[in-house]
Structure formats: structure tokens, C-alpha cells
């Protein structure tokens, strides 16, 4: 069988988990994306020169608050270059500002809602609450890493505070 002739192609994205291997150079980055790289996690388990990370299963100690002016200035180019930012494994501020500061939706390509999960690499309402369409909100994708009815039916005050256009339900599943 021929690549042209598959009905459904499959696509894949080269990804960077954690900024570290950037050598706090924005200019490696670059470098990365013609490689092909398209999306970084910020951090991982430790913070770096870019932004503070969660720490591993309890929140670590913050160093820069957040995203460094480094950080910023990442965040910016990744966005001129068309690169995803993924804020999973980053500190709650660190995503917040992230959220905030990127001009394209950002991602957190594998973390759940702290609500329903209680450990520091998952999204706490407080920074779900800032995804949406609604004033003061931004777009964002939030890969949920459980169950969709676990996730779904289990918290109501999760299903009714994330905005049903955010949700991408697998093939032959419908919302209620």
C-alpha cells in the first residue's frame, strides 16, 4: 500500500518535553523547528532558566515566580514561529502567565483537572477557569489523561465550568 492511497493519513509532531534542552537559547529553539520540532514543554520536573516548574508530585519552591523575562521572550517566539506552547509540568503561575502572555492557543498536551486528581502537574480550577471564549478568558486545549466519563459526569462543577466547545469527544461518543 502506496502513502497516497491511506483513506486516514496519520500525522505526527516532533516535541521537546522541557525547555531544558534548549540551553536557555532562544536561538537553539529556532534551530529545533527546522529540525521539525513543533511544540516544547516549558518545564519538566525542575524549574530552568525559562519558568518554574510543578516539581514532581508536590509543587516546587518558585524561582522566577512564574515565567522568567527569558520565559516571556520564549513564549513570544514560539508564537512568531507558529510553535505550540505545551504547559504541562509547569507551576501554576507559570502557566497562568503563560496562558495569558502566548497570542496563540497554548496546550497542556498531558495533564488532567487537579479537582478530580490532586497533584501538582494537573491544571487547578483556578487556571481552567481562564480557558474559554468568555471575556478574560483565552483559547487553550486541555488533553485530559482519564476517563472522559470519569472526567465528565463525576465532578459537576467541572462539567459546568469547562466551555462545551473546549471538549473533543472520541468518534461515536455524543454529550448528553
Same mark, same amino acid.
Given at each position: 500500500?502506496?502513502?497516497?492511497?491511506?483513506?486516514?493519513? =496519520?500525522?505526527?509532531?516532533? =516535541?521537546?518535553?522541557?525547555? *531544558?534542552?534548549? $540551553?536557555?537559547?532562544?536561538?537553539?529553539?529556532?534551530?529545533?523547528?527546522?529540525? !521539525?520540532?513543533?511544540?516544547? +514543554?516549558? +518545564?519538566?520536573?525542575?524549574?530552568?532558566?525559562? %519558568?518554574?516548574?510543578? !516539581?514532581?508530585?508536590?509543587?516546587?519552591?518558585?524561582? *522566577?515566580?512564574?515565567?522568567?523575562?527569558? $520565559?516571556?521572550? @520564549? /513564549?513570544?517566539?514560539?508564537?512568531?514561529? &507558529?510553535?505550540?506552547?505545551?504547559?504541562?509540568?509547569?507551576?501554576?503561575?507559570?502557566? +497562568?502567565?503563560? @496562558?495569558?502572555?502566548?497570542? %496563540?492557543?497554548?496546550?497542556?498536551?498531558?495533564?488532567?483537572?487537579?479537582? =478530580?486528581?490532586? /497533584?501538582?502537574?494537573? /491544571?487547578?480550577?483556578?487556571?481552567? #477557569?481562564?480557558? !474559554?471564549? &468568555?471575556?478574560?478568558?483565552?483559547?487553550? /486545549?486541555?488533553?485530559?489523561?482519564? !476517563? =472522559?466519563?470519569?472526567? @465528565?459526569?463525576?465532578?459537576?462543577?467541572?462539567?459546568?465550568?469547562? #466551555?462545551? %466547545?473546549?471538549?473533543?469527544?472520541?468518534? $461515536?461518543?455524543?454529550?448528553?
Amino acid at each position: 500500500m502506496s502513502a497516497t492511497s491511506l483513506v486516514h493519513p =496519520i500525522t505526527l509532531s516532533l =516535541i521537546y518535553l522541557s525547555a *531544558h534542552q534548549l $540551553g536557555n537559547s532562544i536561538a537553539v529553539l529556532r534551530q529545533y523547528y527546522e529540525l !521539525g520540532v513543533r511544540y516544547v +514543554t516549558l +518545564t519538566h520536573t525542575c524549574h530552568n532558566a525559562f %519558568a518554574d516548574s510543578c !516539581g514532581f508530585l508536590t509543587p516546587s519552591a518558585p524561582r *522566577h515566580y512564574g515565567l522568567s523575562p527569558l $520565559g516571556f521572550k @520564549l /513564549v513570544a517566539e514560539m508564537n512568531r514561529l &507558529g510553535m505550540l506552547v505545551d504547559l504541562s509540568h509547569t507551576s501554576d503561575m507559570t502557566a +497562568t502567565q503563560a @496562558l495569558l502572555h502566548s497570542k %496563540a492557543p497554548v496546550i497542556w498536551s498531558h495533564s488532567s483537572a487537579r479537582a =478530580i486528581h490532586d /497533584v501538582s502537574r494537573n /491544571v487547578p480550577d483556578e487556571v481552567l #477557569s481562564l480557558v !474559554g471564549f &468568555g471575556e478574560g478568558q483565552r483559547d487553550a /486545549v486541555v488533553m485530559v489523561c482519564l !476517563g =472522559i466519563r470519569t472526567w @465528565l459526569f463525576s465532578n459537576p462543577h467541572l462539567y459546568r465550568s469547562i #466551555s462545551m %466547545a473546549h471538549l473533543s469527544l472520541p468518534m $461515536g461518543m455524543r454529550m448528553l
